[in-house]
């Protein structure tokens, strides 16, 4: 179903209802390890949690975790070409190295929306410096995964798709 924008973030008339959701480096053993810091639900369980917020605005989700920065430059390149709603990214690791994922997001028309479990400002210093920041029309951390749902409703927000 094409939707129009809700503000300046209108993209065209041909925007998909799909949101990708994109996870860097090691949450793949998100609930494995280090609960104290990023808690004990697994990335299933982020996944769930995505559909079925996405779903409550409409909004279909491509969930995935890569360990490998051109996997996840490609996947950022596919939302482009597939008109995606919104990007919600987790960088992780890469969220302080890659101009190389700042360059494909600066590809992007719709929202991207950088998402941390943790508050990166109260972790040690070099957390803080995001490249993904630059081209993020908004940042959540802190929130753990709640985080993710709160970035999915703002992108519904921002291309106005009503619950
Ligand atoms: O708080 C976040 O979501 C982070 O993006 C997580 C990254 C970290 O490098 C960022 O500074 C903040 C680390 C992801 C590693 O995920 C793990 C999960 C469980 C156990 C070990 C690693």
Not at 8 to 24: I, P, W
Not at 67 to 94: F, K, T
């Amino acid at each position: 179903m094409a939707r129009a924008g809700a503000d300046d973030t209108r993209c065209s008339a041909q925007m998909s209802d799909t949101l990708y959701v994109l996870n860097g480096p090691n949450l793949n053993l998100l609930g494995t390890r280090e609960p104290e810091l990023y808690g004990r639900a697994t990335l299933a369980d982020v996944e769930q949690l995505c559909r079925t917020t996405a779903q409550r605005f409409g909004l279909t989700v491509e969930f995935r975790q890569s360990n490998h920065e051109g996997e996840i430059i490609d996947w950022i390149h596919q939302a482009r070409a597939e008109n995606a709603a919104g990007l919600v990214i987790n960088p992780a690791g890469y969220t302080t190295t890659s101009v190389a994922i700042l360059d494909a997001l600066h590809t992007m028309k719709a929202p991207v929306i950088e998402v941390h479990i943790t508050n990166i400002h109260a972790r040690e210093p070099f957390r803080r410096r995001s490249y993904v920041s630059r081209v993020a029309r908004a940042v959540v951390c802190g929130f753990g995964i709640q985080g993710y749902a709160l970035a999915i409703a703002g992108v519904a927000a921002l291309i106005g798709a009503k619950e």
